[in-house]
């Protein structure tokens, strides 16, 4: 027997008298007190007919708890995911650029042939937990709308397309550098894509960014014509619809500010009533069930964006509080989808499509590449020495984004 | 604030920390119960014979029993919360494979275990095969098939303890950590005078086969991997929960006890043995229904780890959990601590953090792998081996956990520019 130890422990018995006994009583009215309001949330569950309910989700796999759990969210300037979200899109992806060996940069719609390039592709971590072991991959493509053929710009030894890992910290950035040897075709245009993953991703839908860029120089009042492929690369006739804009990413600062995210219970009447008015006014007026419906909405707009878990310091056990940064509706707002038409005298029209309210309507057969010729009319009064730049999207009729290029038109003097 | 996990121990200093059995266990702790019921009696003895001028011995009794009972109960929930596990290092980093389904233990932990990396699992099924072959006559001629895991992990099982034991400590040493530049959590399996520090390293046992009988840092379940395992223990709370309970049901059954003691004994001026029986009888059924109460609201089975509760106002619970399965690739942080009453387990608890690296075949989250990626989402199952994960990953890998995601200061307000913002929209609210 450790003399020692029990000496210790025989004078914490004595010490810890008064303090064991007041814990013992605050325990005792704390669990009365815990009782009665059980009692009451019980009672509330009897008569809203939820009282089958259960407090606790008993789980025999090792569902991992979410304070517990991390998820990062690697991404980088995704077209496809950026106008699901209402946002404005350009094909010049700026987490997507072209170097010389030297390190000079290069622009991707005027290369070299049979020349090598490093394509460098940055990777962001949009979540407050880090991104262990993300894989990035870098393709081209030929340059165009939607081709499905993807060629590795650089294979390793084994000749499988060559993959970067990178480890992110939260709301951190990585590079992953890709050596490409352009092919020996002159005047040789491409698509470039570059791609991460990673098992447990937050959000897999922002992980794939297009380059997809062309330019020509013109004199004022001088239609040019562009030639864009456009592949189908379904099995089935498809329709797509193709508009123009001129959106550019702005040059201006985005402020986030840390929110707490609140349950139904908590979110206060402006907030409940704001969400329902947006995301759920029909369905709560079509099913009556307004109550329900606000519960939904107000734990979706919950699920949006990354979160984190925070508790007071020093504290143990559960009880957190989750928080997120808040920004995105401004975010669309400054960059919405229809925000940015082509400004008066700038036009662009595509023969032998017809004009639809959602773009230039074409039909493309099953597994074939149609030419769409695009002619953009540059105005008589366009600023010599500027450019313009288009954003040709395609989007499918469900309203998916399928690709785009976007064109730079140099007004000459 | 910090970032939020479940926590109900405190590690004890190298010292502090002790086993039951290190104190004669039951023993010492019913000594030290009775030495505080025996005093607890005589107080009340001398109290009563101040007041009444006679002793009702029933309520000396019954007041002693109650407090030997409280005090063995507080002083072993003490002992298992805050003196049981000795700290060796706070929020260490490891990277490994998962090993063995996870349970669930009484207290109320999740236990999993880990093979640290860049070790998988077939890696070391060979180094086991290649040892036996190479020494016949210190662990037998092995089985007829060598390759056949099943069969190796049963000649294994079958092997007296001491062998087993020795074959795992030679693995370990002088195949898996004899390998330079793969040696980098060495530390987790195999004791470290500087790496533990002087004191943790001389208050565990002997891991080395010099000992008569070695007690390695790792674990073996040859029966189930031959995997030499960490420890890892997400943190519940069900004994606590139980314990807290039953001293509820003590201190009513007490308090009850001693106030109708003193009306007895006022009313009757001491009747013997009468006062503590008719005492005891009406106590004993509020110290039921205090316990009951206490049991209903206090739900020992709500301490178990890694459940989630839907019934706080978490509404980003749902997704955010995920599971793990044998065979996946994590990186953990937690605090190392050495389990005294556990056999001396080394183990990371609590957890603090999952990361996932690379997702097994078996686990059910698993996504497809689409290879036209224009219109589809994608996540690639296991894009980093564990294998491939060297020295200079792991040393990232921690970084990147320990130092930004775990440690660095949550940003209440962030400026981005708008090419930035719009790379993490999804990340924004």
């Known amino acids: 027997m450790n003399v020692h130890h029990f000496l210790r422990l025989l004078s914490l018995q004595f010490q810890g008298l008064v303090e064991n006994l007041v814990a013992s009583l605050r325990a005792l009215i704390n669990n009365l007190l815990h009782l009665l309001r059980a009692w009451f949330s019980w009672l509330l569950r009897l008569l809203r007919g939820r009282w089958r309910e259960e407090r606790y989700e008993h789980v025999d796999c090792l569902e991992i708890p979410p304070d517990i759990n991390r998820r990062p969210d690697p991404c980088l300037y995704s077209q496809t995911f950026l106008a699901a979200q209402g946002i404005a899109v350009t094909w010049n992806n700026p987490d997507i650029r072209l170097t010389t060996l030297a390190g000079i940069p290069a622009p991707t719609h005027e290369i070299e042939a049979d020349t090598e390039y490093f394509v460098i592709g940055t990777i962001h971590n949009a979540s407050f937990d880090a991104a262990i072991g993300v894989s990035v991959r870098c393709a081209v493509r030929p340059w165009g709308i939607d081709f499905s053929q993807r060629t590795p710009v650089e294979v390793d030894a084994a000749g499988n397309p060559a993959q970067r890992i990178l480890h992110i910290g939260p709301w951190g950035e990585a590079l992953a550098t890709f050596r490409w040897r352009t092919p020996n075709v002159e005047r040789g245009h491409y698509c470039l894509t570059v791609e991460c993953a990673h098992p447990a991703d937050r959000e897999p839908n922002n992980n794939v960014g297009q380059e997809n860029t062309d330019v020509r120089r013109s004199s004022v009042a001088t239609p040019q014509l562009f030639t864009v492929p456009f592949f189908n690369r379904r099995e089935r006739f498809r329709e797509f619809f193709i508009r123009a804009d001129e959106y550019q990413i702005p040059d201006k600062r985005v402020e986030l500010e840390l929110e707490q995210i609140t349950g139904v219970r908590n979110t206060d009447v402006g907030r409940r009533n704001e969400l329902l008015a947006t995301y759920g006014r029909f369905e709560a007026e079509w099913t009556g069930r307004e109550e329900e419906i606000l519960k939904r909405v107000v734990e979706r707009d919950a699920l949006r964006g990354a979160r984190i878990r925070l508790a007071p310091k020093g504290r143990r056990g559960r009880g957190y509080r989750v928080f997120g940064y808040r920004g995105r509706t401004a975010l669309i707002a400054d960059n919405r989808i229809n925000g940015f038409p082509l400004t008066e005298g700038w036009a662009v029209t595509i023969p032998g499509l017809t004009e639809h309210p959602a773009g230039w309507h074409a039909v493309i057969p099953p597994g074939t590449t149609q030419d769409i010729q695009v002619i953009v009319d540059v105005p008589a009064d366009a600023t010599p020495g500027t450019t313009k730049a288009i954003n040709l999207t395609a989007t499918d009729q469900l309203g998916g984004v399928v690709g785009g290029v976007t064109i730079y038109v140099e007004v000459e003097a | ?429």
């Open chain 2, 1 to 429: 604030v910090e970032r939020s996990f479940p926590q109900f121990t405190r590690c004890a200093a190298p010292g502090s920390a002790y086993s039951m059995s290190e104190t004669g266990g039951w023993l010492g702790l019913t000594l030290l119960s009775i030495i505080f019921g025996g005093a607890a009696g005589g107080v009340w003895a001398f109290v009563s014979y101040i007041i009444t001028q006679a002793v009702s011995w029933g309520c000396v009794a019954g007041i002693g029993l109650l407090a030997l009972a409280i005090s063995g109960v507080h002083g072993f929930k003490y002992w298992y919360y805050n003196e049981r596990l000795m700290c060796i290092d706070k929020d260490q980093c490891v990277v490994g494979t998962m090993t063995g389904e996870a349970t669930v233990s009484t207290d109320g932990d999740r236990k999993f275990d880990v093979l640290v990396a860049p070790f998988p699992t077939e890696e070391v099924q060979v180094y086991f095969a290649e040892l036996i072959q190479a020494n016949p006559a210190e662990f037998g001629p092995g089985p007829v098939n060598f390759s056949d895991v099943i069969a190796l992990q049963n000649y294994i099982e079958s092997m007296s303890e001491a062998s087993r034991v020795r074959l795992y400590i030679r693995v370990v040493r002088e195949r898996l950590f004899n390998q330079p530049g793969r040696d980098y959590q060495e530390r987790f399996l195999v004791r470290d005078l500087a790496q533990m520090g002087a004191a943790a390293f001389n208050a565990s046992d002997d891991d080395t086969l010099a000992a008569p009988d070695p007690n390695p840092m790792f674990r073996i379940a040859p029966a189930d991997s031959l995997a030499p395992y960490m420890h890892n223990e997400l943190e519940g709370n069900r004994v606590e929960r139980w314990l807290d309970n039953v001293l509820v049901g003590l201190w009513t059954f007490l308090v009850s006890y001693t106030a109708l003691c003193a009306v007895c004994e006022f009313v009757t001026g001491g009747a013997d043995w009468f006062c503590g029986w008719v005492a005891a009888a009406l106590s004993a059924v509020l110290a039921f229904l205090a316990w009951l109460i206490s049991h209903l609201v206090n739900d020992p089975d709500d301490g178990v780890a890694g459940q989630t509760d839907v019934d706080i106002d978490d509404p980003a619970y749902d997704g955010d959990k995920s599971t793990i399965v044998p065979g996946d690739v994590l990186a953990l942080s937690g605090d190392w601590i050495m389990d005294t009453e556990h056999g001396q387990y080394f183990e990371l608890h609590p957890i603090k953090a999952i990361y996932l690296v690379c997702q097994s075949e078996g686990n059910p989250n698993q996504w497809e792998v689409i290879h036209d990626l224009s219109n589809y989402p994608r996540q690639e199952r296991c894009p980093f081996p564990v294998e491939e994960i060297s020295q200079d990953d792991w040393q990232r890998i921690c970084a990147e956990i320990m130092d930004e995601g775990e440690r660095a200061p949550v940003e209440v307000e962030r400026s981005l520019s708008t090419h930035d913002a719009l790379s993490v929209a999804a990340g924004i609210r």
